[in-house]
């Protein structure tokens, strides 16, 4: 089964449980990032905690490795189930969030490249692979990979094999979930879910993928 996340990058506390709340039962787990943290807090897993979805810290982090390990323990301390880091900074910064996760009991997911037009300047030409084989030396759960280009999907994943892929860019970037669904482990979706006027008819809709 293709799982399907929910991006909640809303700033609002009550606003962000509200949707997420309507769209538990379509839904696999609840992505939040800087926006909403930054507007609520690391509190903010208290209040979803209860819908009994994995909860994944979308912080992106990319920092020197002690600062990674402080960072990933604070996320899961807060309850958090899992936590997306950047690669480029190396093998031992990114070890260390993997390390912190997997003592945990959770998980941890390296971009191998994102989602945005702009990626292609830096995350192309090779880096991407190179990131996606740090993945696996260090262990990491699984990659993040772009629902917008598909063809790069199938590149990597000659590279994890059977570890986990999530892909964002459906929807708003112009990702087609159908397309993508079939080379990953999940899609990531956010504005057009959270900005529909019906959200939980959106995610309904989007969750055909799960077949």
Same mark, same amino acid.
């Given at each position: 089964?293709? &799982?399907?996340?929910?991006?909640?990058?809303?700033?609002?506390?009550? &606003?962000?449980?509200?949707?997420?709340?309507?769209?538990?039962?379509?839904?696999?787990?609840?992505?939040?990032?800087?926006?909403?943290?930054?507007?609520?807090?690391?509190?903010?897993?208290?209040?979803?905690?209860?819908?009994?979805?994995?909860?994944?810290?979308?912080?992106?982090?990319?920092?020197?490795?002690?600062?990674?390990?402080?960072?990933?323990?604070?996320?899961?301390?807060?309850?958090?189930?899992?936590? =997306?880091?950047?690669?480029?900074?190396?093998?031992?910064?990114?070890?260390?969030?993997?390390?912190?996760?997997?003592?945990?009991?959770?998980?941890?997911? =390296?971009?191998? &490249?994102?989602?945005?037009?702009?990626?292609? &300047?830096?995350?192309?030409?090779?880096?991407?692979?190179?990131?996606?084989?740090?993945?696996?030396?260090?262990?990491?759960?699984?990659?993040?990979?772009?629902?917008?280009?598909?063809?790069?999907?199938?590149?990597?994943?000659? =590279?994890?094999?059977?570890?986990?892929?999530?892909?964002?860019?459906?929807?708003?970037?112009?990702?087609?979930?159908?397309?993508?669904?079939?080379?990953?482990?999940?899609?990531?979706?956010?504005?057009?879910?959270?900005?529909?006027?019906?959200?939980?008819?959106?995610?309904?809709?989007?969750?055909?993928?799960?077949?």
């Amino acid at each position: 089964m293709t &799982e399907l996340i929910l991006a909640l990058d809303l700033l609002d506390r009550k &606003e962000a449980t509200r949707v997420a709340e309507a769209c538990a039962p379509c839904i696999d787990a609840i992505k939040v990032g800087y926006p909403l943290v930054l507007a609520t807090g690391l509190s903010i897993a208290d209040d979803l905690a209860g819908l009994g979805l994995p909860l994944i810290a979308d912080f992106k982090v990319a920092d020197i490795p002690n600062t990674n390990r402080l960072i990933t323990e604070a996320v899961f301390a807060a309850g958090f189930d899992a936590i =997306i880091a950047h690669g480029f900074v190396g093998a031992d910064a990114a070890r260390a969030c993997v390390e912190v996760a997997h003592n945990h009991d959770g998980a941890a997911y =390296i971009v191998a &490249e994102m989602s945005h037009p702009g990626a292609t &300047e830096f995350f192309h030409g090779g880096v991407a692979e190179r990131l996606a084989a740090l993945a696996v030396t260090v262990r990491a759960d699984g990659i993040i990979a772009p629902a917008t280009r598909p063809d790069r999907i199938s590149q990597l994943r000659e =590279i994890v094999g059977a570890r986990t892929i999530y892909s964002p860019g459906v929807g708003a970037q112009g990702g087609d979930p159908d397309a993508v669904a079939r080379l990953v482990d999940g899609i990531i979706v956010g504005r057009s879910i959270y900005e529909a006027g019906d959200p939980a008819a959106e995610a309904r809709l989007l969750s055909r993928i799960r077949q």
